[in-house]
């Protein structure tokens, strides 16, 4: 079993960046794909971005492609998302989930076993 606890949220104006972190406690980080997946008030939740257990592969939503960067660092037990360039549409609660390595890529919620309680990203001038 794995905690995660997203942090790094805040406002920020159009054009701005921000870092969030999603840090784990529990069973090795390694072993876990995550990925970050976004909500926005009466909107579906939406898969961002996803990194591998490896960190050897990545994947964006094409809505973030060129702006957002996901990274892990499993001595640190944490995996970032560096946002540049954010934009009104990018307000949402940010959430980084975790699933087994041999899952594979996925931006389905069901696919993903654990979760962190969200961190809220609100982008407005």
């Known amino acids: 079993q794995v905690q995660l606890v997203e942090s790094g949220g805040g406002l920020v104006q159009p054009g701005g960046s921000l870092r969030l972190s999603c840090a784990s406690s529990?069973?090795?980080?390694?072993?876990?794909?995550i990925a970050w997946f976004r909500q926005a008030p009466g909107k579906e939740r939406e898969g961002v971005s996803y990194?591998?257990?490896?960190?050897?592969?990545?994947n964006y939503a094409d809505s973030v492609k060129g702006r957002f960067t996901i990274s892990r660092d499993d001595a640190k037990s944490t995996v970032y998302l560096q946002m540049n360039s954010l934009k009104p549409e990018d307000t949402a609660s940010y959430y980084c989930?975790?699933?087994?390595?041999?899952?594979?890529?996925?931006?389905?919620?069901?696919?993903?076993?654990?979760w962190g309680q969200g961190t809220q990203v609100t982008v407005s001038s």
């Open positions: 989930a975790a699933r087994p390595y041999y899952g594979g890529s996925s931006f389905r919620s069901q696919d993903y076993i654990y």
């Open positions: 529990g069973y090795p980080l390694s072993y876990y794909g």
């Open positions: 990194i591998s257990h490896s960190g050897g592969s990545t």
